[in-house]
DNA sequence: CGAAAAAATGACCGAAAGGTCATTTATCAT
DNA sequence: ATGATAAATGACCTTTCGGTCATTTTTTCG
């Protein structure tokens, strides 16, 4: 005597598809400029099945961004908050995450709509902020203090700034959107780089 | 017998004013939403006037983030190529000159603009590429080879990415539009640690 | 099987905005 | 002054979607 609907799984198919889409035809040609024919195309169903699932195209948008959540992330909390390891090794494992971020275009793409569109769309903006911003600078302030407490650090700038540990990811997003055609970016490289000099920054005795 | 314009100076006013006018709604409505009857509006001028000058909406675009050329980047590129000071001087002078970008809302503004909108023109990320991003480059790649021949210096990786030197530069200008309402960002505390680790990282004696 | 309910469709509507151009206004030469 | 020229205007045209909903298709259940 069931009465939900014969299909949980394709229904779920239905929107995953949809949202596929629209990140693919929102990332390629912005926001305003992504066409709902198109998306729907992409999607192989009609433009009327979208209203099915999300109220309107700014919904979609929001369904689409908050449907990027980061589950790596809260593997790397969960890390944090147990620590056996070192504040050095929790920030190489800080710098894993951001390489893995950076390589996966699908969490890219996200990224630098967020970056694009959330001065207009003040919920995506807040959205993002809450589930990976804030997120990811309360894991760097705890690194940061752990270290200090522990007597390898010997400085916290970043603790004041998380900014300046996840700052490569940022570049890493927008850089491959907007300036890889001209120039390429080796991002793992550059975040590489980045910890590198973290560590030193860190760690270096008062001179 | 002059036969050109009669305003000369009115002429490039009321282009300055198109532009300002134009940086305004881009930025606010980003480059589809923004209207050229409000543009129009907002520089004192009609509609058709805008096409007087301009061929098209993605013209002015363009015309507008080519009218915010970096002066200052200039100033800076003669100071490192004349060179009386060292190295980490000169890098403190890369962080003010940071600073200030971050400080004015236009260049702030600008380069947002091209960060989201520049996927999609590839014209806007080619200029800024050139004019901004490669001079940038350049002057960081100087410095800290400069410092690497005098001996200040022990260690290259802005060498290999100089998007590490600026890259607190870009996070001020995406922060500053998109998660400032969320958090507020002190942009030149930011920048001003950031100089800081960077100085230490690179000075830092082989361990 | 067949009726009823649910899901999906896509032709259509209306609003919005980029771009045009006939008309108006301001400037200049004589 | 006045005709000629250039600049500016804004009503209008046209196209492009976001969103709707009557119709069709699929599924469910007695």
């Known amino acids: 005597m069931g009465k939900q ?15 596929a889409a629209a990140l693919d035809q929102f990332s390629q040609a912005g926001f305003d400029a992504a066409r709902l024919d198109d998306i729907a195309a992409q999607a192989g169903v009609a433009k009327g099945t979208i209203y099915l699932y999300f109220e309107s195209k700014e919904r979609l948008l929001e369904a689409l961004v908050a449907s990027t959540i980061s589950a790596p992330l809260e593997a790397l909390e969960k890390r944090v908050a147990a620590s056996p390891a070192s504040a050095s090794d929790l920030l190489r494992d800080f ?67 998380p900014q300046l540990a996840f700052a490569p990811a940022l570049v890493a997003a927008v850089w491959l959107h907007v300036f890889d055609p001209i120039e390429k970016l080796d991002a793992s490289g550059l975040i590489e780089a980045h910890i590198a000099m973290l560590l030193r920054a860190l760690t270096r005795e008062v001179l």
Do not use: C, N
Request: hydrophobic letters at 45%; glycine letters at 6%.
């Open 5 to 19: 609907a014969r299909t949980p799984q394709a229904r779920e198919d239905r929107v995953k598809a949809i949202l």
């Open 95 to 161: 710098g894993a995450f951001m390489t893995q971020a950076a390589a996966d275009p699908d969490r890219r793409r996200v990224m630098h709509l967020v970056f694009s569109e959330g001065a207009r769309f003040p919920a995506l903006a807040r959205f993002h902020h809450r589930e990976v911003i804030s997120r990811g600078s309360a894991l760097i302030r705890a690194i940061i203090a752990k270290g200090r407490a522990s007597g390898e650090f010997v400085h916290d700038e970043p603790e004041r700034f």
